[in-house]
């Protein structure tokens, strides 16, 4: 894997041409209790419910999520529904969209009623017309399509066999982007593969797989014997079939295959998994990577995707914490950057219904008693952050002769230490704004405290939340220790 930051970069400059079929997704979140009086089918109490952008929508918003731009090109009807989906495209700021609206038909809109405590899926309610796009439309994607090629690094067709991709537009895309060079990847959706020739890369789900080349696809050789055939007759370079917990199997035409094990996680949700893979696969071959880092990343995004209720996007700090090796993450995933990564990990944790902590301190020589105050933080909540003083702030608070190490050291002594999930500086005296960023459940400090002197406690009271004071270990102090070791220099 080539270093992530770098990739990141890369990535940055990068423009996906992303053409496909779009829909709305709704999501009705609630439980059954009772079966209707009325019919014997269940009644579902309604909860919540919330939309996305759906479909190859899903791709395109990946594809910014992860850091590129995209250009997308889609289809919606003269409706709300379209309305919607195009106010929803239009708030993306790395997404230009270009959608061609047909009033003769309605946008794809599907809705899904989900078990809140369970996360299973009870019910789909779908208002979508699937026939192909009449000659008249396919123009006129096709004349919004064309122009934008040579602004593209890479073009990828999202197939949902919804009318968008008709054969006519697969073909006179794919052949005006290999005259001008572009890599043109397909998740496709039709068993007839010929329909895609001459593309770069297929990405079929092993369903898909099994029912173009009708073969049992069990093994990797298996897998590899299928699509080198599948391959000669659509005329493509790769071909790329997801296979769920199995993993991906890559298979060069004429070479051996790649195969990247599935991550482990717990999975809640597979909605837009796929979508998720394509577009990663999209990003990184188009910012110059190799098909292994790319299926590495696909592979690593999509257990972020699947851990995810509803049709989900995945960003660079989650694929970053995917990636990146175990003995890396206590520097590079541990240590908030921003206050918008610290709210998109509070956001990630409050979904899971997980109990929040924070404990401040300056943490300048880590010695037994910040220890136990930290374990104990620990033990009372799921999630333990720690507010960390900045040198400046530290200077104010100590004197101009401290800290001995500075901030960044510091919070990566605090960041290796298995009680402490998240690590975040903050420049002012005290923790404050921190605290009322985060409104822990559980707020936590030394038992040389009283519970009025500490800071953030009327915060976190009137969240409901709790303020525990641990009993300080006797004979350990920063302070100390730092007087013993410059009377030992002298």
């Known amino acids: 894997m080539v270093n992530f930051d770098t990739l990141l970069q890369s990535i940055a400059r990068t423009t996906v041409l992303c053409v496909g079929d779009l829909m709305l997704d709704e999501f009705v979140y609630g439980e059954v209790s009772r079966i209707s009086p009325e019919a014997p ?9 919330e939309i996305n952008v759906g479909g190859a929508g899903n791709v395109a918003r990946n594809i910014a999520a992860i850091g590129a731009r995209c250009i997308f090109v889609g289809l919606i009807g003269d409706d709300e529904a379209g309305r919607t989906l195009s106010a929803e495209l239009g708030r993306e700021s790395r997404i230009e969209p270009l959608l061609v609206r047909d009033a003769a038909r309605p946008t794809t809109r599907k809705v899904r009623f989900v078990s809140e405590h369970f996360s299973t899926h009870m019910l789909r309610a779908d208002w979508e017309t699937a026939a192909a796009a009449s000659s008249e439309i396919e123009q006129r994607l096709l004349d919004a399509i064309l122009p934008q ?12 066999a919804k009318g968008v991709l008709t054969a006519r537009v697969i073909a006179t895309v794919i052949e005006s982007a290999r005259k001008l ?27 898909e797989f099994v029912a173009a080349t009708r073969s049992a696809a069990e093994t990797i050789d298996g897998i590899a014997a299928a699509a080198q055939d599948a391959m000669a007759l659509a005329e493509c370079e790769a ?35 796929g979508d998720t893979v394509a577009a990663v696969l999209a990003v990184v071959l188009a910012s110059g990577a190799d098909w292994a880092t790319a299926m590495r990343a696909a592979s690593a995004a999509a257990a972020v995707a699947v851990g995810k209720n509803g049709t989900a996007v995945v960003t660079p700090a989650e694929l970053r914490r995917k990636i990146l090796p175990h003995a890396s ?17 509070l956001a990630e944790w409050r979904r899971e219904g997980l109990r929040v902590g924070f404990t401040n301190g300056c943490f300048d020589i880590l010695h037994p008693g910040h220890v ?87 915060i976190v009271a009137a969240k409901g939340g709790e303020v525990l004071l641990v009993d300080v270990l006797p004979g350990f102090s920063t302070t100390s220790l730092v007087e013993k070791a410059r009377e030992g220099a002298a």
Do not use: W
Not at 41 to 49: E, L, M, T
Not at 241 to 256: A, F, I, N
């Open 41 to 49: 089918a269940p009644v579902i109490a309604v909860q919540r419910s």
């Open 149 to 160: 090629l040579e602004r593209a690094d890479i073009v990828l067709l999202s197939d949902y």
């Open 372 to 458: 136990k105050v930290l374990t104990a933080a620990r033990g009372a909540c799921d999630r333990l952050i720690v507010g960390l003083n900045s040198d400046a702030s530290v200077r104010r608070l100590k004197g101009e002769s401290r800290p001995v190490q500075s901030e960044r050291a510091r919070a990566e002594v605090l960041a290796a230490l298995e009680a402490v999930d998240l690590v975040a500086i903050f420049g002012e005296d005290t923790p404050l704004r921190l605290i009322t960023r985060i409104e822990p459940s559980v707020l936590v400090k030394g038992g040389d405290y009283t519970r009025e002197q500490v800071v953030g406690h009327e």
């Open 239 to 273: 071909m790329l079939v997801t296979q769920s917990e199995h993993g991906m199997t890559l298979v060069p035409r004429g070479g051996d295959p790649i195969h990247v094990p599935a991550l482990p996680v717990k999975v809640r949700d597979v909605s837009g998994a």
């Open 329 to 345: 993450l206590a520097a590079e995933d541990k240590i908030i950057g921003s206050d918008a990564d610290l709210d998109l990990r």
């Open 181 to 207: 060079g572009k890599r043109v990847i397909v998740d496709p959706k039709s068993a007839n593969f010929a329909i895609y020739r001459g593309a770069t890369l297929l990405t079929p789900n092993r369903k």
